[in-house]
């Protein structure tokens, strides 16, 4: 199995009436069911759970973390990477994943409680790829200056750069720990584009039944991706006698 594992939110679209119904701004369907994932990089879904407010997991801890910890049960102890986005990142989860052998990289809020004060405070100058980090029980917090500041934390890499090619062709240096994640994190958005392109639509008034067939494309599309792996690719069978 992929020792890279993403994890997000995804959004099933829903505009009935729904207690927990949710607003995301940079999802396609906008109004919709909230959706935890636990993702392959290349999108085969590993775990989902369905938010429903109050109850959604045991909130001992915060609720981002409570959300990954509850997704990423099965995988803690193995020497697997988390790829999380600011939601759920923290210095405290990073330190609690890699006590349970479990390594973390991803963007952070500048708000978060025990990040380095160094870090935060330090004003970048206007020059792109500048950069200022700190590392404490292998917990790395790197500010690095792109067009805006990034906020990164890793638990994998250190404060090292390299160079790679943008979108556009230019190549450009980048912090290892920032490629690191742009490579691995779509997982999600990938799961989500495979499923678009063939559903099981059906009208219903009935939320749980939006849910129950989402679900069945869940299951097509894993099914379709182990199919895709396992199933040994046929080889061109040429006639080297003349015609």
Not at 47 to 70: C, F, L, P, R, W
Not at 84 to 100: G, I, K, P, R, W
Request: aromatic share 10%.
């Amino acid at each position: 199995m992929n020792k890279n594992l993403s994890l997000d939110e995804a959004l099933l679209l829903w505009r009935g009436r729904l207690v927990f119904r949710q607003y995301i701004p940079n999802k396609s369907a906008k109004y919709g069911i909230k959706l935890y994932q636990l993702c392959t990089p290349d999108g085969f879904i590993l775990e989902i759970i369905i938010y429903s407010e109050k109850g959604t997991v045991d909130n001992e801890t915060s609720h981002a973390q409570s959300v990954v910890t509850k997704l990423a049960q099965r995988y803690l102890g193995k020497g697997n990477t988390l790829y999380l986005d600011n939601y759920y990142n923290s210095v405290q989860l990073a330190e609690f994943l890699y006590q349970n052998k479990t390594h973390v990289v991803g963007t952070l809020r500048k708000t978060r409680n025990g990040n380095p004060k160094h870090v935060i405070s330090s004003k970048l100058k206007k020059k792109t790829g500048e950069k200022v980090s700190r590392k404490k029980n292998n917990v790395l917090v790197l500010k690095w200056k792109d067009k805006r500041k990034v906020l990164v934390i890793s638990a994998k890499h250190t404060a090292a750069s390299d160079k790679c090619n943008n979108k556009r062709g230019v190549e450009k240096e980048k912090p290892i720990c920032v490629i690191d994640y742009n490579q691995n994190m779509s997982g999600v958005d990938r799961s989500d584009q495979m499923i678009s392109y063939y559903t099981t639509p059906r009208k219903t008034i009935r939320w749980y039944l939006k849910v129950f067939f989402h679900l069945i494309d869940v299951c097509l599309w894993n099914s379709t991706y182990i199919n895709n792996k396992v199933k040994p690719k046929k080889a061109a069978i040429y006639n080297s006698e003349k015609w």
